[in-house]
């Protein structure tokens, strides 16, 4: 039989007054239509299949098939969409990269033109007669300026039998016995819990070093003021001003990367914020005061941020300290967890949601899990606070010393005691960064006088404890010539507070 008859039936049609036979007939060859229709769509070119359920398969697979396909489109989109944003992130850096270094190349030139401009003070050569040089030697001066050089004042030296030196240790005295600095009384006031400073030079200059022959031979005095344009930053007093210190110095340089987050892009490789805050206590060991401490100082950063709030993830060194740490945290935006369980799980979805990484307290056999995980939260923040190491240790870490070395400190405070056989002091190491600049700020190092900490000297970089012996010792060996040790204190803080 013909599949074509088999499928639409009989040819004889039905009446207007057909049976209920008739209709049924009917909607079974308009549903075999509908099959033979659906059955060319799948197979074009084919004959029709006359099995119905391999149509209905066979459909069913062709939709799979479809919506797999339009998934995958979906994807590409929204990854092309994704590249566009960064390729306009980039073109956004690049643009303002091009302003800046156009900026630099004008004020480059506009300072070039500067240089090469004829000076004010002095005259073109033309326009000095000839005899002002021979006249200048019939002074007697043993300096004559060159007159004839273009642009700079020059000084040339004359031979000593040309002109009388007999009395120049009484006409002409040496600069350093006529000049005198005098220092007025420094003043000092305390605004916004920083020492403001301002301090007077007086410098006296006998006015017959300018003009032996013509002016009478009296003093003239200038005053001058001098300010500082930074006020130093005053270490703390008691623990909870140190704490408080820190928070405040971190919360405003996590502000700026947590409110513009930047994509990394193919051009440039961004850098990521590595920050380090050091507040050593006596007890650190025991977990239940660490892990007060953790929350007097991430429990409520004062982060502003648009948006969303900035969520904290705190790995501890071990499971018993993440454990009493969940208990002692209430808050929704600090999570916790120990470093020890990404040493063999890379599961980064808990690393992923978290705005900033903080290592807790990390001991040297994790250095190598810590770079790990560092690079998984690539480019977000990441902490290290009060590590169990110390910096004269880290030239030891071989390979991993170039991890450690890439975490800058933002705030630190330690303990210091200088012991001599007669004598012993007090100090303190101290740097912290203000007003979320990383650059420019220096290392302090204080000794206390008279139940006061003053600043005794300074270094661009974190000095080592042989540097500090040599600071301190000359300091003692003003009081008490024999200095027997220097050594750092962790207990300077709760010292402070008055805990022993």
């Not at 659906?38 to 459909?59: F, N, T, W």
Request: charged share 25%.
């Amino acid at each position: 039989m013909d599949s074509d008859v088999w499928l639409r039936g009989r040819p004889e049609s039905c009446g207007a007054s057909s049976s209920k036979a008739c209709r049924e007939k009917l909607r079974r060859d308009r549903l075999n239509d509908k099959f033979m229709e659906l059955g060319s769509i799948l197979d074009p070119g084919r004959p029709p299949k006359i099995d119905k359920a391999a149509i209905l398969v066979d459909a069913a697979r062709m939709v799979t098939q479809l919506r797999g396909e339009a998934q995958k489109l979906k994807d590409s989109t929204l990854s092309l969409q994704e590249k566009i944003k960064e390729l306009k992130a980039e073109k956004n850096e690049l643009r303002d990269e091009k302003q800046r270094l156009k900026a630099e190349k004008e004020k480059l030139e506009q300072q070039l033109k500067t240089m090469n401009a004829q000076p004010g003070f002095l005259p073109p050569p033309s326009a000095i007669p000839a005899a002002f040089a021979a006249q200048g030697q019939a002074a007697g001066n043993k300096l004559v300026p060159v007159i004839s050089y273009p642009g700079v004042a020059m000084w040339q030296f004359m031979p000593p039998a040309a002109v009388d030196t007999s009395q120049d240790h009484v006409l002409r005295p040496p600069l350093a016995a006529l000049l005198q600095c005098i220092q007025l009384p420094l003043r000092e006031g305390i605004v916004g819990g920083q020492i403001k400073s301002s301090w007077h030079l007086l410098f006296i200059i006998p006015t017959s070093l300018l003009s032996p022959q013509n002016l009478p031979r009296t003093t003239k005095i200038v005053l001058l003021s001098t300010r500082p344009s930074i006020s130093s930053p005053t270490p703390p007093t008691s623990k909870e001003e140190a704490i408080l210190q820190a928070k405040t110095s971190l919360s405003a340089i996590l502000e700026k990367p947590l409110n513009n987050p930047k994509l990394a892009g193919k051009l440039k490789k961004l850098k990521q914020p590595r920050l380090r805050v050091e507040i050593p206590v006596v007890d650190d060991d025991s977990p239940v005061s660490l892990t007060q401490l953790a929350l007097q100082v991430f429990g409520d950063l004062p982060i502003k941020r648009k948006g969303s709030p900035v969520k904290v993830l705190i790995l501890w060194r071990n499971p018993n300290l993440t454990e009493i740490a969940n208990e002692t945290f209430d808050s929704n935006l600090v999570e916790h967890s120990d470093i020890s369980s990404y040493a063999s799980n890379y599961d980064a979805r808990d690393l992923n949601s978290a705005d900033v990484g903080v290592f807790l307290a990390p001991e040297t056999s994790q250095l190598e899990v810590m770079e790990r995980i560092s690079d998984i939260l690539y480019p977000k923040p990441v902490v290290i606070f009060n590590p169990r190491w110390g910096f004269e240790e880290e030239n030891s870490f071989q390979g991993l010393g170039g991890f450690v070395r890439s975490f800058e400190v933002v705030y630190s405070f330690m303990g210091l005691e200088v012991r001599g056989v007669l004598s012993k002091r007090k100090g303190v190491i101290f740097k912290c960064v203000r007003h979320g600049v990383l650059s420019g700020e220096k290392w302090s190092v204080l000794v206390e006088e008279e139940g006061e900490l003053k600043l005794v000297s300074s270094f661009k970089a974190r000095p080592s404890i042989t540097e500090v012996e040599t600071v301190l010792y000359n300091l003692m060996a003003i009081n008490s010539p024999i200095t027997k040790s220097a050594k750092f204190l962790k207990d300077l803080v709760s010292n402070v507070t008055g805990k022993k």
